[in-house]
């Protein structure tokens, strides 16, 4: 799982600088920045502690602002960083929605058929997750093949062959 303890979760990365007074163009890992309503701090270089100066929307991207860092010199520092959050600072997810963080170490299933365990999960176009098989193979699935999520397992349907791969 991505965390630096056992109260932090990754909630995003910093892509580059903007400007000269220290901006951070950020790449947020939630839906709606309404998400960090709450959130005051967040967690770079491992365990150094930022205040959040403000978080907004720019041409499809996100603008994050630390304070005390108000120089592009500053910025670059960030480049590349990935940030934490204390998950009790995150909003409680809504009725069908999922933290991906809380997928992992579920297992997975296709009708009653085990398949294996969440290890882990990436963001791209779409999220992947990353399955353990019983025979310790790793393969990757879209979470797209999710069709239901219990409290311990979660059922897929596989399209034929992508075990194989």
């Known amino acids: 799982m991505k965390s630096i303890s056992e109260d932090t979760v990754e909630i995003g990365k910093v892509i580059k600088t903007k400007g000269l007074r220290g901006e951070l163009i950020f790449d947020a890992f939630v839906d ?16 150094k502690k930022y205040k959040i100066e403000y978080i907004q929307d720019y041409k499809n991207r996100t603008i994050l602002k630390l304070e005390s860092i108000d120089t592009i010199e500053q910025a670059e520092e960030f480049r590349g960083q990935t940030a934490f959050v204390l998950k009790k600072e995150l909003p409680e997810e809504k009725e069908d929605e999922v933290y ?3 997928l992992i170490g579920k297992k997975i299933y296709e009708d009653e058929r085990y398949i294996g365990e969440v290890v882990d999960y990436f963001e791209t176009s779409g999220t992947v997750l990353e399955i353990k098989l019983e025979n310790g193979k790793a393969v990757l699935i879209p979470y797209a093949f999710a069709e239901k999520i219990d409290d311990d397992k979660i059922y897929v349907k596989l399209v034929e062959g992508i075990l194989d791969l």
């Open 32 to 47: 709606d920045l309404s998400d960090f309503d709450n959130v005051t701090s967040l967690f770079f270089f491992q365990d």
């Open 100 to 102: 991906l963080r809380d």
